[in-house]
């Protein structure tokens, strides 16, 4: 599976689950929430593409910073896209 393969599936199951739980706007606003904070953030875009860092911490890291301040369906996908080692791809994800 090539990559904007990977980033599109990733985005329709976002979307998807929104729909399914009735938090689509919600959702949508946490999106460019995040979009504009990884635009602002060298620092996080830099940990979030390194290699040597690994998904847990990751996670552990998207989590703290993101939790109270997403909805819970937002911050569960964080986690996902971290433990599957594609916070690289965040960014065209959102």
Known sequence: MNAPEVVRR???TLLDAA???D???TVRK???GLLETLSNSQELNEFLSNP???PEVQDRTLVAIFDGR???LTRNFLSLIAQRRRA???VPIL
């Open 52 to 54: 040597l860092i690994g």
């Open 88 to 90: 690289n791809s965040l």
């Open 10 to 12: 990733y985005a329709a």
């Open 70 to 72: 997403v909805q819970m």
């Open 30 to 32: 946490d999106v460019q």
């Open 19 to 21: 729909e399914e739980t």
């Open 23 to 25: 938090v689509l706007d």
